[in-house]
């Protein structure tokens, strides 16, 4: 929230204060500043017109000589406007200022007659919006030789501060002063003296001897009858209603003082009435809403908005109730949204002569539900979410005829009505010396504390080793004793505080078999050469949905998408339900910036829906693309055989147990028909890899050996193990034996290998595929096949050997069309 | 006799073998199948049997004293062919082995990691919860109710009336109190999400990580000791803390932690915009609301909370100067952590 310096500074003297030392004792006390900015008009000062001569060298301008020291020689200034005269009080612009609109001011020659300078016009100095044809003359009390800012005070300090939101008694520049009153320990005064018609005294919860009235005249409440009546049905709503009639005001632009403090603290001036109803929500932090009155027709009504009734607001929306919005009617219609919107036919316009000013209290959930359903977050309804007192509400309703009276005249009309109570009494809290040392970790002396507690306007007493505090009534944030061992904290400052380790408890142990898995996977992933991708959770659900199709990813059928209400924008709309769309988007984005080569993983959960329940599934994706080349490896392999190498190294890792790779049918429109595998478990898919699309490398415009493929870690973890048996090495040689076949396409080789691992006799200790290359024979594949062969208690002879290869091979080559080399 | 006549023959022979072929070829010429030595052998069958054993032997002498010469003369040979072969020998050695595999992990993942560590050595434990979650894990149960104003601070993201995805890993602390009861000490990293507009220090989707200690007795000196700890381990030992008063719902009372400028180190400098601090995160007492949500008694048991910014910690940490480079997971980015320092 946005304060202005000299506006706090009316309410307690900050003369002796720095705006940047007020900034950090408001941070320190845990009201961070946020931001810091000063309103300042450098180099305008006021002057004195010496003497004026016309200029030698044009018609229209002449020359004035501006005093701003009486014992300087005066300036020189060539002038335009025919108003200024010998001994006005000027506005002197000299090198260096920059006016509104960057207008920069320069020493220059005009014509060949040196101006130091210029003498600035309203308009030029954004008091006024028109342009008047002259400058600005001054009254003749102004000082010569004074800044300008500091003559109109213009010249502030705004504070940007973040008000927690439990601290509602501080979102107002009076609410503010308050804190600063005890913070400061200084007294708070009044520029003007409030006014309440029944009890003739103001409280704001500050203790009388520390509050001050400045002299300003009584505001004269007129008894006279209203003409008409309030009547407020829904009390649990609107649990105090106030408001005050006023009659032959006149509407028109605000003075410039009032203008500029609003635009210093980021509201735009609409007109006089309207302005000083924000002007009041930033001093007492209480929304008004001024109604014209002649528009009204009969009473006023404080009631839940029929159903289906509809209201043109102040903003133009029509708006269409539900019936439970509180509203503001006459006897025929809607006038306001109650705390939220004014509504368009009762609002203040240029004709409006006669006002009636809300002063009210409404329930903050229900402002709050209102202003979110219909999208109507207003200055009032902001303010009514975070809760207004009732108890300063009459004097706000006051002030603000006071201030009305002073910018657009008018008389007031009758006494203010006022309906509702409100009590000063606040709950006590009992705390003791051992519990404030036991949560603070330090001895905590007890004086201090209990002079604290009082400058906060605290009620205290002390029985024995208990005190019991009772706070302000505006401190509805202050309940239990923790809260009060804040209040010291923050106001003692945490510096105080020792630094200690705690000794810990013994636990008892967490199965965190999960966790532990998703580590070991990510680091043997990594391990790999693969490289870690995060993307986020939601994803445009029509892009998702077509990359993905309809068909099940790893046996888990997608089902129903589960959208955000509220989505930031429509291509963050839906949760994902996979994480490949999101590396596929990462591939184009890499691909488009020249990355000709990657190895993305990303390790994360996909959401599903099953009836009502949500389901979050953990999964392991890869994108690769692309072949590093070197000297070494002059015959790079397709991509695909590098990730279900990766994939087989991790399961191998992990210690899964037998997996297969095989064909499958249905359609994973992201993938090569014919290039692609199932990953099976115990007969059981957790996944799958496949070399792209090429329809979708076309669409997307991208080129490359490009794979993916996605593991269903829920899955995989709950499968159980392979156990781990260690079996002594051989102190027998070992010998190699290759096997060379001449396979058929259609025939794969995987099965060739499976089934010699099947057959072969024990003393075969390893099977594996040494050479692979085509172009033998059309149709055929060369094959390698290599054994290690191994007795088990004694060296084979070459027959031995010989004897428990035939078998096999006689039942290779019975089962496969398959030929020996 | 013709033993020593072969003997010296031999030896010279040896002796002026050029290379280790030559020298074999001598080998072979008396130790070979049809070697001298084999012929002398046959002419022992002519021989009268008293003489035989004597004859044997001196040929059996004859036979291990030429294998002596040979096996020395091998020796000397090899060496010096060997050290010709090394002195001839041509390799390139600037040429690079295969390219690395490579590999790495987000940066983000690393912080996660080297935080996480810090706080297991510590005894804490590493635990997870739910991306959706209910209403009342994010909110109600930590001392935030429907109305709070509160909320208003935390945009969410709804997927209906009930359900939401998380906006902070606080619901952790409420998930672990329920399942594990006090004492305990537990780490939760993890994605969280708010409803921020993207730009170089928000993004909607990020990652906390939230630390729970339950004790009895427990002060926000312990929580500070702890802080200040986990800081020097992080940024080294004359890392320095501070704490500012602060308002959350959930902690009371609650405090804001700096660290001294990673950067500068409290000097002030662009990154700590001359203040000399740097914010990490958000800190306190457990509410004693909290604890009763989870049906924990506050009078027997109390506790601290904290958490921190992930991705902001990354973005300090490797002064990387916008949050979006982290989810576009460009390769040449994810490359640079590497060897990013870990551990």
Same mark, same amino acid.
């Given at each position: 929230?946005?304060?202005s310096?000299?506006w706090?500074?009316e309410f307690?003297?900050?003369?002796?204060?720095?705006?940047?030392?007020?900034?950090?004792?408001?941070?320190?006390?845990?009201?961070?500043?946020?931001? &810091?900015?000063?309103?300042?008009?450098?180099?305008?000062?006021?002057?004195?017109?010496?003497?004026?001569?016309?200029?030698?060298?044009?018609?229209?301008?002449?020359?004035?000589?501006?005093?701003?020291?009486?014992?300087?020689?005066?300036?020189?200034?060539?002038?335009?406007?025919?108003?200024?005269?010998?001994?006005?009080?000027?506005?002197?612009?000299?090198?260096?200022?920059?006016?509104?609109?960057?207008?920069?001011?320069?020493?220059?020659?005009?014509?060949?007659?040196?101006?130091?300078?210029?003498?600035?016009?309203?308009?030029?100095?954004?008091?006024s919006s028109?342009?008047?044809?002259?400058?600005?003359? &001054?009254?003749?009390?102004?000082?010569?030789?004074?800044?300008?800012?500091?003559? $109109?005070?213009?010249?502030?300090?705004?504070?940007?501060?973040?008000?927690?939101?439990?601290?509602?008694?501080?979102m107002s520049h009076i609410g503010?002063?308050?804190?600063?009153? =005890? *913070?400061?320990?200084?007294?708070?005064?009044f520029p003007f003296e409030p006014y309440h018609h029944k009890s003739n005294t103001s409280n704001l919860?500050?203790?009388?001897?520390?509050?001050?009235y400045s002299k300003s005249p009584k505001l004269p409440f007129v008894p006279y009858k209203n003409s008409f009546n309030v009547k407020v049905y829904e009390t649990?709503i609107c649990p105090y209603y106030s408001g005050q009639m006023m009659k032959d005001v006149q509407i028109g632009p605000s003075p410039y003082w009032l203008k500029k403090r609003l635009e210093?603290l980021?509201v735009n001036s609409v007109n006089n009435i309207v302005d000083i109803t924000t002007w009041i929500l930033l001093e007492w932090g209480q929304p008004l809403h001024a109604f014209d009155l002649d528009t009204l027709e009969g009473g006023i009504h404080v009631k839940?908005?029929?159903?289906?009734?509809?209201m043109l607001a102040l903003n133009e929306?029509?708006?269409?109730?539900?019936?439970?919005?509180l509203v503001i009617r006459d006897d025929k219609k809607n006038l306001a949204l109650a705390g939220v919107i004014g509504g368009k036919s009762s609002a203040i316009s240029d004709k409006t002569k006669n006002i009636f000013i809300e002063s009210a209290v409404f329930?903050?959930?229900?402002v709050?539900?209102?202003?979110?359903?219909?999208?109507?977050?207003t200055a009032s309804s902001f303010q009514f979410?975070?809760?207004v007192f009732p108890h300063t509400s009459m004097l706000a309703l006051q002030r603000a005829c006071s201030l009305i009276q002073q910018v657009a005249g008018g008389s007031l009309q009758g006494s203010p009505y006022e309906e509702g109570s409100f009590?000063?009494?606040?709950?006590?809290?009992?705390?003791?010396?051992?519990?404030?040392?036991?949560?603070?970790?330090?001895?905590?002396?007890?004086?201090?504390?209990?002079?604290?507690?009082?400058?906060?306007?605290?009620?205290?007493?002390?029985?024995?080793?208990?005190?019991?505090?009772?706070?302000?009534?505006?401190?509805?944030?202050?309940?239990?004793?923790?809260?009060?061992?804040?209040?010291?904290?923050?106001?003692?400052?945490?510096?105080?505080?020792?630094?200690?380790?705690?000794?810990?408890?013994?636990?008892?142990?967490?199965?965190?078999?999960?966790?532990?898995?998703?580590?070991?996977?990510?680091?043997?992933?990594?391990?790999?050469?693969?490289?870690?991708?995060?993307?986020?959770?939601?994803?445009?659900?029509?892009?998702?949905?077509?990359? *993905?199709?309809?068909?099940?990813?790893?046996?888990?059928?997608?089902?129903?998408?589960?959208?955000?209400?509220?989505?930031?924008?429509?291509?963050?709309?839906?949760?994902?339900?996979?994480?490949?769309?999101?590396?596929?988007?990462?591939?184009?984005?890499?691909?488009?910036?020249?990355?000709?080569?990657?190895?993305?993983?990303?390790?994360?959960?996909?959401?599903?829906?099953?009836?009502?329940?949500?389901?979050?599934?953990?999964?392991?994706?890869?994108?690769?693309?692309?072949?590093?080349?070197?000297?070494?490896?002059?015959?790079?392999?397709?991509?695909?055989?590098?990730?279900?190498?990766?994939?087989?190294?991790?399961?191998?890792?992990?210690?899964?147990?037998?997996?297969?790779?095989?064909?499958?049918?249905?359609?994973?429109?992201? *993938?090569?028909?014919?290039?692609?595998?199932?990953?099976?478990?115990?007969?059981?898919?957790?996944?799958?890899?496949?070399?792209?699309?090429?329809?979708?490398?076309?669409?997307?415009?991208?080129?490359?050996?490009?794979?993916?493929?996605?593991?269903?870690?829920?899955?995989?973890?709950?499968?159980?193990?392979?156990?781990?048996?260690?079996?002594?090495?051989?102190?027998?040689?070992?010998?190699?034996?290759?096997?060379?076949?001449?396979?058929?396409?259609?025939?794969?080789?995987?099965?060739?290998?499976?089934?010699?691992?099947?057959?072969?006799?024990?003393?075969?200790?390893?099977?594996? $595929?040494?050479?692979?290359?085509?172009?033998?024979?059309?149709?055929?594949? =060369?094959?390698?096949?290599?054994?290690?062969?191994?007795?088990?208690?004694?060296?084979?002879?070459?027959?031995?050997?010989?004897?428990?290869?035939?078998?096999?091979?006689?039942?290779?080559?019975?089962?496969?069309?398959?030929?020996?080399? | 006799?013709?033993?020593?006549?072969?003997?010296?023959?031999?030896?010279?022979?040896?002796?002026?073998?050029?290379?280790?072929?030559?020298?074999?070829?001598?080998?072979?010429?008396?130790?070979?199948?049809?070697?001298?030595?084999?012929?002398?052998?046959?002419?022992?069958?002519?021989?009268?049997?008293?003489?035989?054993?004597?004859?044997?032997?001196?040929?059996?002498?004859?036979?291990?004293?030429?294998?002596?010469?040979?096996?020395?003369?091998?020796?000397?040979?090899?060496?010096?062919?060997?050290?010709?072969?090394?002195?001839?020998?041509?390799?390139?050695?600037?040429?690079?082995?295969?390219?690395?595999?490579?590999?790495?992990?987000?940066?983000?993942?690393?912080?996660?990691?080297?935080?996480?560590?810090?706080?297991?050595?510590?005894?804490?434990?590493?635990? =997870?919860?739910?991306?959706?979650?209910?209403?009342?894990?994010?909110?109600?149960?930590?001392?935030?109710?429907?109305?709070?104003?509160?909320?208003?601070?935390?945009?969410?993201?709804?997927?209906?009336?009930?359900?939401?995805?998380?906006?902070?890993?606080?619901?952790?602390?409420?998930?672990?109190?329920?399942?594990?009861?006090?004492?305990?000490?537990?780490?939760?990293?993890?994605?969280?999400?708010?409803?921020?507009?993207?730009?170089?220090?928000?993004?909607?989707?990020?990652?906390?990580?939230?630390?729970?200690?339950?004790?009895?007795?427990?002060?926000? =000196?312990?929580?500070?000791?702890? *802080?200040?700890?986990?800081?020097?381990?992080?940024?080294?030992?004359?890392?320095?803390?501070?704490?500012?008063?602060?308002?959350?719902?959930?902690?009371?009372?609650?405090?804001?932690?700096?660290?001294?400028?990673?950067?500068?180190?409290?000097?002030?400098?662009?990154?700590?915009?001359?203040?000399?601090?740097?914010?990490?995160?958000?800190?306190?007492?457990?509410?004693?609301?909290?604890?009763?949500?989870?049906?924990?008694?506050?009078?027997?048991?109390?506790?601290?909370?904290?958490?921190?910014?992930?991705?902001?910690?990354?973005?300090?940490?490797?002064?990387?100067?916008?949050?979006?480079?982290?989810?576009?997971?460009?390769?040449?980015?994810?490359?640079?952590?590497?060897?990013? &320092?870990?551990?």
């Amino acid at each position: 929230m946005l304060y202005s310096f000299n506006w706090l500074n009316e309410f307690i003297s900050l003369s002796d204060l720095q705006p940047q030392d007020l900034a950090q004792l408001l941070n320190e006390r845990g009201l961070e500043v946020e931001a &810091l900015s000063s309103e300042k008009l450098d180099h305008v000062v006021i002057g004195q017109i010496t003497k004026i001569y016309p200029h030698p060298n044009a018609d229209k301008l002449q020359i004035c000589h501006v005093k701003k020291d009486k014992d300087q020689a005066p300036l020189s200034i060539v002038c335009g406007a025919k108003n200024p005269k010998t001994g006005d009080k000027v506005v002197l612009c000299l090198e260096g200022a920059v006016l509104p609109g960057n207008f920069k001011i320069q020493e220059r020659k005009i014509r060949g007659e040196l101006s130091q300078g210029i003498l600035a016009s309203k308009k030029e100095l954004g008091i006024s919006s028109e342009d008047d044809g002259g400058i600005f003359i &001054l009254p003749t009390s102004a000082p010569i030789g004074s800044r300008l800012d500091e003559y $109109l005070k213009t010249n502030d300090t705004i504070l940007d501060v973040f008000i927690p939101p439990n601290r509602v008694d501080l979102m107002s520049h009076i609410g503010l002063a308050r804190e600063l009153s =005890s *913070l400061l320990d200084k007294p708070f005064r009044f520029p003007f003296e409030p006014y309440h018609h029944k009890s003739n005294t103001s409280n704001l919860g500050i203790p009388k001897g520390q509050m001050k009235y400045s002299k300003s005249p009584k505001l004269p409440f007129v008894p006279y009858k209203n003409s008409f009546n309030v009547k407020v049905y829904e009390t649990d709503i609107c649990p105090y209603y106030s408001g005050q009639m006023m009659k032959d005001v006149q509407i028109g632009p605000s003075p410039y003082w009032l203008k500029k403090r609003l635009e210093l603290l980021g509201v735009n001036s609409v007109n006089n009435i309207v302005d000083i109803t924000t002007w009041i929500l930033l001093e007492w932090g209480q929304p008004l809403h001024a109604f014209d009155l002649d528009t009204l027709e009969g009473g006023i009504h404080v009631k839940k908005a029929k159903s289906k009734d509809q209201m043109l607001a102040l903003n133009e929306d029509q708006l269409t109730f539900r019936g439970d919005e509180l509203v503001i009617r006459d006897d025929k219609k809607n006038l306001a949204l109650a705390g939220v919107i004014g509504g368009k036919s009762s609002a203040i316009s240029d004709k409006t002569k006669n006002i009636f000013i809300e002063s009210a209290v409404f329930a903050p959930y229900d402002v709050r539900r209102t202003a979110r359903r219909l999208g109507l977050n207003t200055a009032s309804s902001f303010q009514f979410s975070r809760g207004v007192f009732p108890h300063t509400s009459m004097l706000a309703l006051q002030r603000a005829c006071s201030l009305i009276q002073q910018v657009a005249g008018g008389s007031l009309q009758g006494s203010p009505y006022e309906e509702g109570s409100f009590s000063f009494a606040q709950k006590s809290i009992t705390i003791n010396q051992e519990q404030l040392n036991e949560r603070l970790g330090y001895e905590v002396p007890l004086n201090e504390f209990t002079d604290w507690m009082k400058k906060m306007n605290s009620k205290v007493t002390k029985r024995f080793s208990n005190i019991k505090v009772t706070p302000p009534y505006y401190r509805k944030d202050v309940n239990i004793k923790e809260d009060l061992i804040e209040e010291w904290a923050r106001l003692k400052g945490y510096d105080f505080v020792p630094k200690e380790l705690p000794v810990f408890a013994p636990q008892k142990s967490l199965n965190n078999k999960e966790l532990n898995f998703l580590e070991r996977i990510k680091h043997t992933v990594k391990e790999q050469g693969y490289y870690q991708a995060i993307n986020y959770s939601f994803v445009d659900h029509t892009l998702h949905s077509e990359f *993905l199709g309809e068909k099940p990813v790893a046996d888990i059928p997608l089902g129903p998408p589960i959208f955000l209400t509220n989505p930031i924008t429509q291509d963050l709309n839906s949760l994902r339900q996979s994480l490949l769309p999101g590396l596929f988007q990462n591939l184009l984005f890499n691909m488009r910036h020249g990355e000709d080569f990657g190895r993305l993983f990303e390790q994360g959960i996909s959401f599903f829906k099953t009836g009502n329940r949500f389901e979050e599934k953990q999964y392991l994706s890869f994108m690769v693309w692309g072949q590093k080349k070197d000297i070494w490896n002059s015959n790079p392999r397709p991509t695909l055989f590098d990730l279900k190498s990766s994939i087989d190294n991790l399961l191998t890792l992990i210690q899964a147990p037998d997996w297969t790779w095989t064909d499958f049918e249905g359609s994973f429109p992201f *993938l090569h028909t014919k290039r692609r595998l199932l990953l099976k478990i115990q007969g059981q898919t957790v996944g799958f890899i496949g070399a792209i699309n090429p329809m979708l490398s076309d669409q997307n415009k991208i080129r490359g050996d490009i794979s993916m493929g996605e593991l269903n870690l829920s899955l995989l973890l709950n499968i159980p193990k392979t156990e781990f048996k260690f079996q002594k090495p051989s102190l027998l040689p070992s010998v190699k034996r290759d096997i060379s076949l001449l396979i058929p396409n259609e025939q794969n080789v995987e099965e060739i290998l499976n089934f010699m691992k099947s057959h072969a006799p024990a003393e075969f200790r390893q099977i594996s $595929l040494v050479d692979y290359y085509e172009g033998v024979q059309k149709g055929f594949r =060369s094959v390698s096949f290599r054994f290690i062969i191994q007795g088990s208690d004694k060296t084979l002879s070459e027959k031995q050997i010989s004897s428990l290869q035939q078998p096999m091979v006689k039942a290779l080559l019975k089962k496969y069309p398959v030929q020996i080399r | 006799m013709k033993y020593q006549e072969i003997l010296k023959t031999a030896k010279d022979e040896l002796s002026q073998a050029p290379d280790t072929n030559a020298l074999y070829q001598v080998r072979v010429r008396y130790l070979g199948k049809n070697g001298t030595i084999t012929s002398l052998m046959k002419e022992l069958k002519n021989l009268s049997p008293e003489k035989r054993p004597a004859f044997g032997q001196q040929i059996n002498e004859l036979k291990n004293a030429i294998e002596e010469h040979y096996q020395n003369r091998k020796k000397t040979l090899k060496k010096s062919e060997i050290s010709h072969e090394v002195s001839k020998d041509f390799l390139d050695l600037s040429l690079p082995g295969p390219t690395p595999k490579g590999g790495a992990f987000h940066p983000i993942e690393q912080i996660i990691q080297k935080t996480s560590s810090i706080f297991t050595h510590l005894g804490y434990k590493k635990v =997870s919860g739910p991306l959706i979650e209910t209403d009342w894990y994010n909110f109600s149960a930590l001392n935030i109710p429907p109305d709070h104003p509160s909320r208003d601070n935390q945009d969410t993201f709804y997927l209906d009336s009930e359900h939401l995805l998380r906006t902070h890993t606080s619901p952790v602390q409420i998930r672990s109190l329920e399942r594990l009861k006090p004492p305990l000490a537990i780490i939760a990293p993890g994605a969280v999400f708010r409803r921020d507009e993207i730009d170089s220090s928000h993004s909607p989707h990020f990652h906390q990580m939230e630390g729970l200690f339950i004790d009895r007795k427990v002060s926000m =000196s312990h929580l500070k000791g702890t *802080l200040s700890y986990f800081l020097k381990e992080l940024q080294g030992s004359s890392a320095k803390i501070r704490f500012r008063p602060s308002f959350f719902p959930f902690t009371e009372p609650s405090a804001e932690y700096d660290s001294s400028c990673f950067i500068c180190k409290g000097k002030g400098c662009s990154l700590c915009k001359g203040t000399g601090w740097i914010e990490i995160g958000g800190c306190g007492l457990v509410h004693p609301q909290v604890l009763k949500a989870s049906e924990v008694n506050p009078e027997k048991w109390q506790g601290f909370a904290f958490g921190m910014g992930m991705d902001r910690l990354a973005l300090l940490e490797y002064g990387i100067p916008d949050i979006r480079l982290f989810y576009e997971n460009r390769m040449s980015f994810l490359e640079q952590f590497e060897n990013a &320092l870990f551990f």
